[in-house]
């Protein structure tokens, strides 16, 4: 059967042994606070803890760039229940039913697919690069043309220009394929991850702007905010 991986990051002190559930699966758990020279229990660990979900997202795929699964989700290490996983759009929140009824052969038709189906948090429009005047507490609105620019080599007005609004649903949970993935090389997973290491925006920042950066990385427009019912009819089918 294709190969189909699970990856997350967690700290030391959260529980992930519901993934075992999930056995059909491969896992890859990056383990995001251990001291400089540990070793990680899971076999995987970041550099360092920082931008939340980005990092190990970004490590994964650059670590396994060369022999990809078909399909790979990218999760938060929470299972379920309300509000650590309010987020999980499945019965209870729960994680493990989320990915046993996700529609594999969708994400291999879309290439990338957001895991969350309700646009509560994140559409129409959660990104406003022009607004005016700066809404001073949207610090990720603030910084998102300036990390999308380094990202993809550009000048900031022209992204501002070319992507005024950036909307999806929030929460960077998603599925990729095999295929997606690959339009992109190592190299340029290599310098997302570089960039993010290096960047001095503080954690919450960096971690919004990338959530909200994946499904156009991974293809999609710059508003994705696909219809709730046909959603849940198409991902969780």
Not at 106 to 121: E, F, S
Not at 210 to 229: R, T
Request: proline share 6%; aromatic share 10%.
């Amino acid at each position: 059967p294709p190969r189909k991986a699970i990856v997350m990051g967690k700290l030391s002190s959260e529980d992930t042994t519901w993934v075992s559930e999930l056995s059909d699966w491969e896992s890859a758990i990056y383990i995001v606070d251990l001291q400089l020279n540990a070793t990680s229990p899971s076999g995987h660990r970041t550099k360092i803890n920082k931008s939340k979900e980005a990092l190990p997202y970004l490590t994964y795929i650059v670590e396994n760039h060369s022999n990809f699964p078909e399909t790979a989700v990218f999760v938060h290490a929470h299972r379920n229940g309300w509000p650590q996983a309010w987020h999980n759009d499945a019965p209870n929140y729960d994680a493990v039913q989320m990915l046993q009824t996700l529609n594999l052969e969708y994400v291999q038709q879309q290439g990338y697919v957001n895991l969350r189906c309700k646009t509560d948090v994140g559409c129409p429009n959660e990104m406003i690069l022009n607004r005016t005047p700066p809404n001073p507490i949207k610090n990720a609105e603030h910084a998102y043309p300036h990390v999308y620019a380094a990202f993809f080599d550009m000048s900031v007005e022209d992204v501002r220009e070319k992507i005024p609004v950036v909307a999806t649903p929030c929460c960077a949970q998603f599925a990729v394929s095999k295929e997606q993935v690959l339009k992109r090389g190592k190299e340029e997973y290599e310098k997302f991850l570089d960039l993010v290491l290096e960047s001095e925006y503080d954690d919450e920042t960096l971690g919004t702007v990338l959530e909200y950066m994946w499904h156009m990385i991974f293809g999609k427009d710059a508003v994705h905010c696909p219809d709730v019912g046909e959603c849940y009819e198409r991902v969780y089918g």
